[in-house]
């Protein structure tokens, strides 16, 4: 079974996808695990790297690319990532929502930033993202069509996210 789990900043994707990995025994992937280490091949800042990525296409691409790669040889897997149920076949599609001052509270919390710098950060970067994902690959970040399930990540805590996907595993 392969699980693509995408949202914005401090959505808590990559908190459900290692809870879900966890109680399903399936390894998952991450789009920003790859995009911060690409970060530290470049030796930039998250924020350096996603400006510079705005005019280098090809960082989207690998990023891309090596999600791709990892999902097309497993059979169990979890895809975490903005993209990821655009360019990895899956059985299940999630996206995550959650206001964005309860995502900043989360950033500055996990990042020891003021809230107001990750709230800044936070509209920095998705302005960059869905500019690149428009251009790049004609992709609208804002349109959900292609989800099978949304869930506001503002109304459950982990635990209970995590056991929405489950109780909606069982249905597919």
Not at 83 to 107: G, N, Q
């Amino acid at each position: 079974m392969i699980i693509t789990i995408g949202g914005l900043a401090g959505t808590g994707t990559t908190t459900s996808s290692e809870i879900l990995s966890k109680k399903l025994k399936i390894p998952y992937i991450s789009a920003g695990d790859i995009f911060r280490q690409m970060a530290k091949e470049y030796d930039m800042s998250i924020l350096k790297f996603s400006e510079f990525a705005e005019n280098n296409i090809d960082i989207d691409l690998e990023i891309d690319k090596r999600q791709k790669e990892i999902a097309k040889n497993s059979k169990n897997l979890i895809v975490e990532g903005r993209l990821s149920a655009y360019f990895v076949e899956s059985d299940l599609k999630i996206w995550m929502i959650a206001p964005l001052t309860v995502r900043a509270k989360r950033i500055c919390e996990r990042e020891s930033k003021s809230f107001d710098l990750a709230t800044s950060e936070i509209k920095i970067r998705e302005d960059s993202e869905a500019k690149r994902y428009l251009e790049i690959h004609n992709i609208n970040i804002n349109n959900l069509d292609i989800y099978d399930l949304i869930i506001n990540t503002n109304s459950f805590n982990p635990g209970s996210i995590v056991e929405i996907i489950n109780s909606t595993l069982k249905v597919i």
